[in-house]
């Protein structure tokens, strides 16, 4: 990929630069990023364990490592329902509907998004998403029943990376 392959659309979905076509799935990005001002950046893919777990019958992913609580808020949810393809407009209304305040979330039987304020952290976002689907998958091969971290932490964890980590005396 190159950089004139990048295209640029504004927030109607037009094509404003880029040599290229914009993406099918570009309502995905325009309907986040209509919800969500403090996100800049937003990556889709198509990566192995996520697309494994976005076939599950479960709601979310639930926050098993600190990884999740700090970067993306906790736990990640999991669109109702699958949308057929061709439906690009449902596809980013649901997922516009289910971000909430996390930084990524499951296309039901279609792949993850990943958000971050800038494409560093949306980049970061998605390894720790197929990571941490990989880690819940792991633990159900194993027969046991995954152990989510208490909310109470996740809140704060994911409070203190996005405003004291790195500025702390500690």
């Known amino acids: ?17 880029g040599n290229r076509n914009a993406t099918s799935e570009k309502e995905v990005h325009r309907q986040i990023y209509l919800v969500r001002d403090d996100i800049q950046a937003i990556i889709h893919a ?3 364990n996520a697309m494994a777990v976005s076939a599950m019958a479960e709601k979310e992913v639930p926050c098993l490592v ?3 609580s700090q970067l993306l808020g906790g736990s990640i949810p999991i669109t109702d329902g699958y949308i057929a393809a ?6 980013g209304r649901m997922a516009g509907a289910t971000i909430g305040n996390k930084n990524a979330l499951i296309l039901r039987n279609h ?13 970061l976002a998605a390894k720790v998403v197929e990571k941490a689907c990989g880690i ?9 029943v995954p ?22 005396n500690t």
């Open 1 to 17: 990929m190159k950089p004139e392959d990048i295209v640029v659309i504004d927030m109607r979905g037009n094509k404003i630069a």
């Open 46 to 48: 198509h990566t192995a």
């Open 66 to 68: 600190e990884e999740m």
């Open 86 to 91: 061709g439906q690009h407009f449902e596809l």
């Open 111 to 123: 792949g993850p998004v990943a958000c971050g304020k800038d494409l560093e952290e949306a980049v």
């Open 136 to 144: 819940y998958l792991n633990t159900l091969r194993a027969g046991t």
């Open 147 to 168: 152990t989510p971290i208490p909310q109470q932490f996740v809140d704060s964890e994911h409070y203190r990376y996005c405003f004291t980590y790195g500025r702390e």
